[in-house]
């Protein structure tokens, strides 16, 4: 018997989506029919159950503990839950989102974290959910576009540098506070005024409108930094593969795909230090990790003068994703999980 199914996923910047399309593609491969919807086309939990009684699904997995977890509340159909990291690192501190949470980790057959952080994170506040929780981190496969100009990239970010060797540092983002682009923005634009050679440029969605705003009042003033809207996910990759290094200010971070995506194109990473970040660079070793604005002029002067510094991390960084964000691992995890679902 065929059997149907359904990922719910929240809208998620291209970088992410091509991830989950890469689950919706395991899925299918193993004979089943997988239909993905965005969660953000449900208002309640009821329409959703209407959803899987019309279209008689068989099995639900959803991303996002709570955002996608709380729609699943009156399913009646068995459902798997991968963790976002917004759910655990953010969510988990408010209360009544705590209690919605536990509720969906009570009914769900099987949770998913990209890392064993995010897992022992998960147990302090829920206990009785670790046998249920299987860690499986991202996959990352890269497919940059081959008609990809660089120079006019430039050009219609509004970067003109054709008498210089320019350092493209390229910050890609969802335009929301936990993503913090404005983190580095004013100390960037001092060390431009002194170094003109160097440019950031944050691309990404525009997913909290108001938030989008202060971002566009801001860099409108700052120099050397320029806001360019979302791309499609092969000119994306192309653009990370071009520039000098890829930045990650996050306030918090399940598992960038953005970070792994760099480490793929051979592309060095300059991230915050912070958990989620921690758990896929090593300082050093496959990229940089940076505390404060000030720490990251400094580590950015240093990737651009010690040029092996650079080549070490870029080598080392390719190893890891190639060991570690196998897609051939993450394709039998998912279908073991699925199967064991229905």
Known sequence: MEKRKSEMRNGL????????QSTHKYIQSSGHVCILNDIAEFKSSSQVSDLINEQKF??????????GGRLLLDSN???????????INEDIQDEKK??????????????????????????????????????????????????????EFL??????????????????????????????????????KKDPRVYLIIIGPEVDAAFTQQVKAKVKSASGVYLVSEKPQEELQAAMRDSFAVVNSSI?????STILEAMDLNVPVLARNISGNRAIVKHEHTGLLFFDPPEFIEL?????????LKEN?????KEYVEKFHSWETEKETYQKLIENLL
């Not at 910047?13 to 989950?20: D, F, L, N, V």
């Not at 046998?131 to 890269?142: F, L, R």
């Open 252 to 256: 918090s971070e399940g598992m960038s």
């Open 155 to 192: 050009q219609d970010s509004g970067i003109h540098c054709k008498n210089i060797d320019a350092y493209i540092f390229l910050l890609v983002c969802g335009l929301r506070r936990v993503k913090d682009p404005l983190f580095l923005v004013d100390a960037f634009s001092v060390w431009h």
């Open 77 to 87: 159909v068995p459902y798997g839950v991968i963790f976002g990291g917004t759910d």
């Open 300 to 308: 950015s002067k240093r990737l651009i003068i010690d040029t092996s």
């Open 313 to 317: 991390i870029v080598a080392k960084a």
């Open 13 to 20: 910047p291209k970088s992410r989506k091509m991830i989950k």
């Open 98 to 151: 705590c209690e919605v949470m536990e509720t969906v980790l009570q009914k769900s057959r099987f949770l998913v974290a990209f890392t064993d952080q995010l897992k022992k994170t998960a147990e302090v506040h829920w206990p009785f959910a670790s046998s249920k929780i299987h860690v499986q981190p991202q996959a990352v496969v890269t497919k940059p576009c081959t008609n990809f100009n660089w120079n």
């Open 58 to 67: 068989e099995a639900v997995m959803t991303i996002h503990l709570y955002k």
